[in-house]
């Protein structure tokens, strides 16, 4: 692949936000694989900055690509060079380099939504990336992230969300300060723990939901910090086997968020 002096400065910036902090320095995000690059290009939100796909994925998006302005390069080239150009392994042949939207205020979220999910030091991108497929799938209006959470627009959190995290709002707030304010804002803060001393999630989702929630969930390691435990006004477990010490954080969100929006009108 030949490419002027311009497009080659362009393309070169595949190798350079490999590295995920790189890339936030640099107010972008890489987004991969065929259903995501299809739904930034339907979005329209996002400022895309240049497109790179196998002539595989270039026929299957077809008229996607034709929808995408004509100011941003779409790059084709044989899928044996996607690693040799951008230093790591391409879902699907589909890549997109994006601008990173400005980021939203918790204040503002919190103030338009009724139902919201809040993760504490979730390290792990795949699991971020499977809580806001979830949140997605179960109407929560917005998410709100701290205790050094993953970035949700790192590549892998992208692609494990099905691109959800492009959906979802989300804000970033001071952990934990930030918990008082969603209680101030009138929100029930639901902790969701594996102890035995709470109480079972289908108790207290039969009871009347409050008109706001916000459903707390810590990492599989530790759990939740004292201070976030103790912000809790509930403290909710998913009945297991005894001899199971616990589920993947992003299960759980999922199995609490199907039981907790079932009886309350969420569309």
Known sequence: MTLPAAGAARIAEYASV??????????????????VVRRLIDDRRYGIRSI???????????????????????????????REITGFHI???????????????????LHKARLVVMLEAIANPDNVGGIFRNAAAFGVDGVILGGATADPLYRKAI?????????????RGSWPDL???????????????????????????????????????GNEGAGLSDAAAASADVRVRIPM???????????AA???LARLTCFADVG
């Open 254 to 256: 999922g199995i609490a």
């Open 91 to 109: 879902h699907r042949g589909c890549v997109a380099i994006v601008e990173r939207p400005p980021e939203c205020d918790a204040a503002v979220l």
């Open 159 to 171: 692609r494990t969300s099905m691109g959800a995290v492009l959906r979802v709002p989300y804000a």
């Open 179 to 217: 918990l008082p304010a969603v209680r101030a804002s009138g929100f029930t803060i639901v902790a969701l723990t594996p102890h035995e001393s709470a109480e079972p999630l289908d108790r207290f989702a039969e009871r009347q939901r409050p008109a706001r929630l916000a459903l707390l969930l």
């Open 52 to 82: 790179l796909v196998s002539q595989a994925a270039q026929q299957q998006l077809g008229s996607a690509l034709e929808r995408v302005d004509p100011r941003v390069p779409v790059y084709v080239c044989p899928i044996e060079s996607f």
């Open 241 to 251: 086997r005894t001899d199971v010490d616990s589920l993947n954080v992003a299960v």
């Open 18 to 35: 490999a590295d995920p902090d790189l890339a936030r320095r640099l107010g972008l995000f890489v987004a991969g694989g065929r259903i």
